[in-house]
């Protein structure tokens, strides 16, 4: 773990991420992101279009996904509505600019093509795509992205982006995979809520269970935590 911060609320964790995107696009004319999904971003989005909205140059900003689940882009499940409903609505950012998982394909034949999108759009570091950031949220089980504990090693799959599922309800999502996350210059956790608190304290603190992570991931992301789920550490 690079670094960890916990913050007293959803909103000032994210106004210090806010400042932190704000010092990355002084510095690049463009930035490439790949988002979570679930409910944390949303207070995320919502400083960044009542804080950040004139400071932001939205033009430098491309969006990505790092998961979807598989359904259309007007779905209450789908995390491109999320993001549109909380941010991308808000804010002049490009249409060209916005990279969405095209949930409603064929689940399959949509991870080759997101992959081979990232292969055309970004720099090829290590072999591998390259983001200036992803972000990460984490669920009470520990998954990430769409990677759960009973597909674990999805995070080791050769591929980029790989068809996945939820545990208990079965939905279908398309995910990226270790070798993608791990290959963005800056990896953030966003974590948010009391439910995390018992998996966040496995992982940090590396107690019995934590290797159900995958080791790269919990060494190298910054984690930005609100203190519901930083109350064990
Ligand atoms: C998704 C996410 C997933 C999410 C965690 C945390 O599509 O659901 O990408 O990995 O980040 O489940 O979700 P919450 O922020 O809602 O707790």
Not at 87 to 100: A, E, F, G, W, Y
Not at 196 to 207: D, Q, T, W
Request: net charge neutral; hydrophobic share 35%; with cysteine.
């Amino acid at each position: 773990m690079k670094d960890l911060k916990i913050f007293d609320t959803k909103q000032k964790l994210a106004g210090y991420f806010g400042d932190i995107l704000l010092s990355r696009l002084s510095t690049n004319n463009k930035f490439t992101i790949a988002l979570s999904g679930g409910s944390t971003p949303k207070a995320i989005f919502d400083v960044l279009v009542s804080q950040y909205k004139d400071k932001i140059d939205w033009n430098k900003i491309h969006l990505f996904w790092g998961d979807e689940r598989c359904v259309g882009p007007d779905d209450a499940e789908s995390n491109y509505k999320m993001t549109y409903d909380h941010l991308i609505s808000k804010v002049p950012i490009p249409q060209t600019n916005i990279h969405r998982i095209k949930g409603e394909n064929e689940i399959d034949a949509e991870a080759k093509a997101y992959e081979q999108h990232l292969k055309h759009t970004l720099p090829i570091v290590n072999g591998i795509p390259q983001f200036d950031m992803v972000l990460l949220g984490m669920g009470s089980d520990g998954h990430t992205a769409s990677i759960f504990p009973h597909q674990i090693n999805l995070w080791d799959s050769a591929d980029l982006c790989v068809p996945a599922w939820h545990p208990e309800s079965g939905q279908r999502r398309i995910s990226f995979t270790g070798k993608t996350i791990n290959n963005a210059k800056e990896i953030f956790f966003l974590i948010t809520g009391k439910d995390k608190a018992e998996k966040l304290n496995e992982i940090i603190n590396k107690k019995a269970g934590y290797k159900n992570y995958p080791a790269s991931l919990v060494d190298s992301p910054v984690f930005l935590i609100d203190k519901d789920a930083g109350a064990l550490l």
